[in-house]
Each structure stands twice: as structure tokens, then as C-alpha cells.
């Protein structure tokens, strides 16, 4: 009958477990909009609760399930659609997949719709 009884509170203790939420800010490279749109898409996953990246900021803010996904994995989440954050580095191919105008490490800038015809040097 103790044993029962334990196991009911260790079953209890579970459920409020899987419950358990966190809510992170990191920083992640981008540049405009669509990085938002990517970077976002891109945490359309598991265990995700809210992901806003802020343009201004280069902000995430991500509220997730600790039992369904850890920190890390968000991380490599943003990283394989092709934006740097402050813990996992995008491969090269796939950042060399991203838009012209977000190419971060060339330091693009969107800051115009106009601005397609620009010249690159290389
Ligand atoms: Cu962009």
C-alpha cells in the first residue's frame, strides 16, 4: 500500500514535469523581414511555443518545452536555416543558399526594395 502510494507521487510529479516551461533569449544573425520569416519558420517545430525574432535587436525570444526539446536543438534549429546564433554557426553552404540581401557575414543590408541592381565587386 506505501508503495502505491509513492508511485502516485512520482506519477503526479511527472505530469507537473512535462508541463514545464522555458523561455529563452539568444542573439541570431539576420538582416530583414524575410531572415524573421525564415528564423521563425525555421522554429516551427516540437516542443515550440513561441519563437520573435526582433530585426532591430537581433533578439530570440523562444518559449519552449524543456521535456520536448533542449536548448542546443533551438540553436541548431535557427543555425540549419542558415542563421548564426551566439552558440551554433551556420554551414557555408547553407548560408550561401540565403537571399542576397541577407547575407549577414557580407554585411547586406535590405534596407530597400529598390535596391537590387548592386554592382558586387567579386
Ligand atoms: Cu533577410
Not at 547575407?103 to 547586406?108: E, L, M, N, T
Amino acid at each position: 500500500m506505501k508503495s502505491l502510494f509513492f508511485l502516485t507521487f512520482v506519477v503526479l510529479g511527472l505530469t507537473a514535469e512535462a508541463q514545464n516551461k522555458a523561455e529563452i533569449t539568444f542573439e541570431v544573425n539576420g538582416v530583414c523581414g524575410m531572415c524573421e520569416d525564415r528564423i521563425e519558420q525555421a522554429l516551427d517545430a516540437p516542443g515550440i511555443i513561441m519563437a520573435d525574432w526582433d530585426v532591430k535587436s537581433k533578439q530570440l525570444t523562444v518559449a519552449f518545452k524543456t521535456k520536448k526539446i533542449k536548448e542546443k536543438a533551438i540553436h541548431q534549429l535557427v543555425a540549419d536555416s542558415g542563421h548564426d546564433t551566439d552558440l551554433v554557426k551556420a554551414k557555408d553552404e547553407v548560408y550561401a543558399n540565403l537571399h542576397g540581401c541577407c547575407k549577414y557575414r557580407d554585411g547586406a543590408s535590405c534596407s530597400g526594395e529598390d535596391d537590387e541592381g548592386h554592382d558586387d565587386q567579386d
